[in-house]
């Protein structure tokens, strides 16, 4: 697999790919959707069923712009990942029960990608890292970093948190990405005032460095890299 590495293009021949992503208060970036996509971008916004119940019809609209929305699921009760009261089986019948909830609410054209709730997945009955891996092709982790499109896990994507680190760190971040032709997703809480303080010139910013590279949600450009690995499985 490494010695094949420069067999890997991106579509319409784009150096690298970029996506947005909403993590933590999504419902906040219901009013910023539009702007993104002015700005030729499109995002992934990662609920939970409630906040999909909310307004469902508002988050259909912002599909129609290119945008989607991931599966949060009741995972959100924790903010580490942590859930000791919870057992295997609950947390499958949850994702199984929310899997249908997005379906019939928000139909996706792509594999639907859902957010891991923390870096520690730990239940009442061991790990549950591989119930989230295999009911999605894409799980979003609280791992920094970008996604070779050769070598990245779809179940254990990395993303740059807007207001982790320091801007400049960000961008240096971003660029190194797009040199290596990886897949660089940028992530705000926008329920945290800092970082929504700087979104509109973050994304400002983005739109004007992804000139000549693949803008997409997480589903769509994750679906180039999935379509990559079943050709190259055949020769």
């Known amino acids: 697999m490494q010695g094949k590495t420069s067999q890997f293009n991106w579509s319409a021949r784009a150096k690298a790919a970029i996506s947005v992503a909403y993590l933590g208060s999504p419902t906040f970036a219901l009013p910023k959707l539009a702007f993104l996509a002015r700005h030729g971008l499109a995002a992934t916004a990662f609920l939970s069923p409630t906040e999909l119940l909310d307004e469902p019809e508002k988050w259909r609209t912002v599909t129609l712009l290119g945008h989607e929305v991931g599966g949060g699921s009741l995972l959100g009760l924790t903010h580490d990942g942590r859930l000791t009261n919870w057992t295997r089986q609950m947390i499958l019948d949850d994702l199984v029960l929310s899997e249908d909830l997005y379906d019939s609410l928000s139909p996706s054209r792509f594999s639907r990608p859902i957010a891991a709730p923390g870096p520690i997945l730990e239940c009442a009955d061991g790990s549950y890292e591989d119930l989230l891996t295999n009911r999605a092709a894409f799980v979003l982790t609280s791992h920094r970093g970008v996604n070779h499109p050769v070598f990245c896990h779809p179940g254990r994507l990395s993303h740059l948190a807007v207001g982790e680190a320091p801007l400049s760190q960000t961008w240096s971040e971003v660029d190194e990405g797009i040199?290596?032709?990886?897949?660089?997703?940028?992530?705000?809480?926008?329920?945290?005032?800092?970082?929504?303080?700087?979104?509109?010139?973050?994304?400002?910013?983005?739109?004007?460095?992804?000139?000549?590279?693949?803008?997409?949600?997480?589903?769509?450009?994750?679906?180039?890299?999935?379509?990559?690995?079943?050709?190259?499985?055949?020769?």
Request: glycine share 10%.
């Open 179 to 235: 040199q290596k032709g990886a897949w660089v997703i940028v992530s705000f809480d926008l329920g945290q005032p800092a970082q929504a303080e700087l979104h509109d010139e973050v994304i400002e910013e983005l739109a004007r460095r992804s000139q000549g590279l693949l803008t997409g949600c997480v589903g769509e450009v994750g679906a180039e890299i999935l379509d990559f690995r079943f050709k190259l499985s055949l020769r």
